[in-house]
């Protein structure tokens, strides 16, 4: 009886260690994927908050589908929020992402001042933020990680250099009529003064009217219009600060009695493909590229961030620029 004993108490250790084993095993698991400090997982996924200015133009709603498909292709959790152009609602969002904890924000400001109080909620939080395509000006540039976009100066400088090679050699001054962006952001400031700095060195091109289209079609055929009714006959370009504006223009400058593109030279910026369809009937002159479709690097550099890389605060895309000769052949290559 003690030696059966004895062999019971034996296999009932064994069998107990055996037990203690596989749940330890199981409990390491369940860590391992549970995710550690400040809301990474260890799995690499990330929940991310993505707050977007709207769907004002073509090029935002390609940059939308950018950005969201490059994060969830990526295997990542997207919390999306359209701010519809604005900024209260974009505070309301990102405040709801700080609620929820997500790994990481991103967006893309309706203006560039008066985000400092809810990007310090973030940083409190532990949340890096990530500005996209727009940039925001703030003393304390700690309270977000990198930004990733164009250089909308640049743009600007673009424009203007390709309007006065293509002037060269004309008597007289010439007139040009300025569609802005939506007043206060990054773009309508930044394309502005790019423009204007090449300009200053050319006194006979002169800006007689500049008001905001608010980077609408409607908007820009509404405020053409009035340049049109007050200036119509002095008119010789037209600079928009994005394409919708210039296409909206298009529509006034015809009803007008006017051809676009000979009787009035057009200019856009962001080069999506309803100006090159414009281009491509001879209506608008030119487009800056300003591309939308940077999803993929965006990702990219959320992870290197996770995996503890220093990155560069500004980051730019390479862009180029298109004329109407050029509109036909590259018409059905365009992806946005």
């Not at 928009?240 to 910026?269: C, F, R, T, W």
Request: with cysteine; aromatic share 8%.
């Amino acid at each position: 009886m003690a030696r059966q004993l004895k062999k019971f108490r034996l296999v009932f250790l064994m069998s107990l260690i055996l037990v203690l084993a596989a749940c330890s095993s199981a409990n390491t698991e369940g860590n391992e994927s549970s995710g550690g400090e400040g809301g990474g997982s260890s799995s690499d996924k990330l929940v991310i908050g993505f707050s977007q200015v709207g769907a004002e133009s073509e090029w935002r709603t390609a940059n939308t589908k950018s950005v969201k498909s490059a994060i969830t292709d990526a295997g990542h959790e997207l919390k999306f929020s359209d701010a519809q152009q604005k900024q209260e609602n974009q505070i309301k969002a990102i405040r709801s992402f700080i609620a929820q904890k997500v790994d990481a924000i991103v967006f893309s400001p309706v203006v560039e001042t008066g985000f400092e109080t809810v990007l310090k909620e973030a940083k409190d939080a532990g949340i890096p933020v990530f500005l996209v395509d727009r940039a925001v000006d703030i003393e304390d540039d700690s309270l977000w990680v990198t930004f990733l976009g164009s250089d909308f100066v640049e743009e600007g400088r673009k424009a203007a250099n390709w309007l006065v090679e293509d002037m060269e050699g004309v008597e007289g001054d010439i007139n040009i009529v300025e569609l802005q962006g939506t007043v206060g952001s990054a773009p309508a400031i930044d394309r502005k003064e790019g423009f204007e700095e090449v300009m200053a060195e050319h006194p006979n091109f002169r800006i007689i009217k500049s008001q905001s289209g608010d980077f609408t079609r409607a908007k820009g055929k509404e405020v053409m219009e009035a340049f049109l009714k007050s200036d119509g006959e002095n008119i010789d370009v037209l600079y928009s600060h994005n394409d919708d504006m210039a296409i909206g223009a298009i529509q006034a400058i015809e009803e007008y009695g006017l051809k676009p593109g000979e009787d009035i030279k057009i200019i856009g910026v962001d080069a999506v493909k309803g100006a090159f369809e414009a281009m491509a009937a001879g209506k608008m002159n030119v487009t800056v590229e300003c591309n939308p479709l940077f999803g993929p690097q965006l990702v990219e550099l959320i992870e290197a961030h996770f995996a503890g890389e220093t990155l560069d605060k500004r980051i730019s895309v390479e862009e180029g620029i298109y004329t109407m000769d050029q509109a036909e052949e590259l018409l059905p290559t365009r992806k946005y």
